[in-house]
């Protein structure tokens, strides 16, 4: 039999938050018929069709964390933690997997990770390229503010390493403009495209999610609001039907074989976030404060209202502007910010969940949505949110926060809207959910276009269209 190829895939990074290096991982394997070993920090697992292919193999690295030093001299942890990290990722790549015919590494973080990558390159006579996602200085930046000293010394490593790739992909044209001009790096441009398994979920997609989800969004602790108040009353849940609870949910009901979308449900609204600083979470909780007050003057309502409009809801009532309910996935350091601040909010109409899914059951969720927010801006101004490409790949329409390349990808009124501040965006939830579920004709149109989006490309298209040619360009150089 025939040697086969093989493609060592580099992630400096928890795999499973990673999903276009999975993506290659699974092409380079399905498409290309390449042995593949994913060296990458443990974490989250990655999706179930990463971890029954037969021919990826994944090799966990153990995460570098000095929490307690970088309390006492930061400069002096982020030295150690790289220095660590590099001799971490060099071990792997040179001892502990085969030789590979080609790394693919993701970038950022760049630091130690293209170094490493690149002395493995020369000890084992692989040559290498880079996926940029972004610029790793850029999101230094964020924190340290871009003429920092160290900010400075990152950019120079990373331009430095750069350039020493074999060949370099990347997300956007603005990206592969500014690589070019001002870092003499050529990169072919491989958009950000949805797999297969993101698709619009059907009603017995929707009805077996929202049973599992069931006590995070209907019973978490110490919390009352509009979803949870609406399932404690005596008419609520399966007594407005006479069914057994089992076959009823926030979001459906299902008689006999039927299943249903209940007509006064709230409007699902979906927003992954790595709870960043790149991500401004504070405009989405504005923005859900002002839609909570511009329904209630909308509806001519005063404020001792809110038992009677959830004891209505609980009876079945349907109004003009729906409830709103927010699931946030995620994980990331500014989540337990957030979520105290949410904590704080007496809304009327909206509510809020916080939670981590599976790879499995996060495209169901998009699927199972009616928008989707993005509230990334990019470091650098050059990158696109892949949450987005995913939710277009459901069918989901989105609003997202304008920046200088987004229009990329989202097409204003045609598969998203764009907002700049959190008023902006209250419009458009007064817009775009008035007469919910039925009677929102423009959410509906946003809808179909999220869809032509979706079935004009996809991941693996794209990724043999693109991504293939330069690596076997790469690898036959190398021979």
Same mark, same amino acid.
């Given at each position: 039999?025939? &040697?086969?190829?093989?493609?060592? !895939? ?20 399905? *498409? %290309? ?39 006492? +001299? +930061?400069?002096? %942890? ?7 990290? @590099?001799?971490?990722?060099?071990? @792997? ?11 693919? !590494? ?8 293209? %170094? ?18 972004? @610029? ?15 900010? =400075? ?32 790096? =050529?990169?072919? !441009? ?54 057994? *609870? ?71 009532? *349907? ?94 009124? &045609? ?13 458009? @939830? ?26 004009? %490309? ?19 150089? =190398?021979?």
């Amino acid at each position: 039999m025939e &040697k086969r190829g093989r493609v060592a !895939v580099v992630v400096l990074g928890d795999i499973g938050r990673s999903p276009r290096m999975q993506y290659h991982a699974l092409s380079l394997a399905q *498409q %290309a018929h390449l042995e593949v070993d994913i060296v990458a920090n443990g974490g989250s697992d990655p999706h179930m069709a990463v971890k029954e292919n037969q021919s990826i193999h994944l090799h966990k690295m153990t995460s570098v964390n000095l929490q307690g030093l970088s309390k006492l +001299s +930061s400069p002096v %942890a982020l030295l150690l933690k790289a220095a660590m990290q @590099f001799i971490i990722l060099v071990w @792997f790549l040179c001892f502990k997997i085969p030789r590979p015919d080609v790394f693919v !590494v993701q970038n950022p973080p760049s630091v130690p990770t293209l %170094a490493a990558v690149k002395l493995s390159s020369w000890l084992r006579r692989s040559p290498f390229v880079i996926d940029w996602h972004n @610029f790793g200085y850029t999101l230094l930046g964020l924190s340290h503010g871009r003429g920092h000293v160290i900010v =400075k010394i990152y950019h120079w490593f990373e331009k430095y390493f750069g350039r020493m790739a074999d060949g370099s992909l990347c997300v956007t044209k603005a990206m592969q403009h500014e690589l070019a001009q001002n870092w003499g790096i =050529k990169a072919t !441009v491989l958009y950000d495209q949805p797999p297969e398994f993101f698709h619009p979920a059907s009603l017995e997609e929707k009805h077996e999610l929202f049973h599992r989800l069931e006590n995070s969004i209907c019973h978490p602790n110490g919390i009352r609001d509009c979803v949870t108040a609406a399932q404690r009353g005596p008419d609520s849940g399966a007594a407005i039907h006479g069914l057994d *609870q089992s076959s009823n949910t926030l979001f459906s009901t299902q008689i006999g074989n039927d299943i249903f979308l209940k007509a006064n449900r709230p409007a699902l609204v979906v927003s992954s976030t790595s709870w960043t600083p790149d991500e401004d979470f504070g405009i989405l909780l504005e923005a859900a404060v002002m839609y909570d007050r511009r329904v209630a003057a909308a509806l001519s309502e005063d404020d001792s209202v809110e038992e009677k409009i959830w004891m209505d809801i609980n009876n079945g009532k *349907q109004y003009l502007y729906p409830r709103l309910l927010f699931i946030i996935t995620g994980k990331g350091p500014e989540r337990r910010k957030y979520e105290e601040q949410i904590k704080k909010l007496n809304l009327r109409r909206v509510a809020f969940r916080t939670m981590w899914l599976s790879a499995e059951d996060y495209p169901i969720l998009l699927g199972s949505a009616d928008l989707g927010v993005s509230l990334h801006t990019s470091s650098s101004g050059l990158d696109l949110p892949m949450k987005v490409v995913d939710m277009f790949g459901c069918g989901l329409p989105v609003c997202a926060v304008s920046f200088s390349c987004i229009t990329e990808l989202v097409e204003v009124e &045609k598969n998203g809207l764009l907002f700049s501040t959190s008023s902006e965006l209250a419009d458009e @939830f007064m817009m775009l959910f008035k007469g919910f579920p039925e009677k929102c004709d423009t959410l509906n149109s946003l809808r179909d276009g999220a869809l032509a989006t979706a079935s004009s %490309a996809r991941w693996s298209t794209e990724w043999e269209m693109h991504a293939l040619p330069l690596i076997s360009e790469v690898i036959s150089r =190398k021979q």
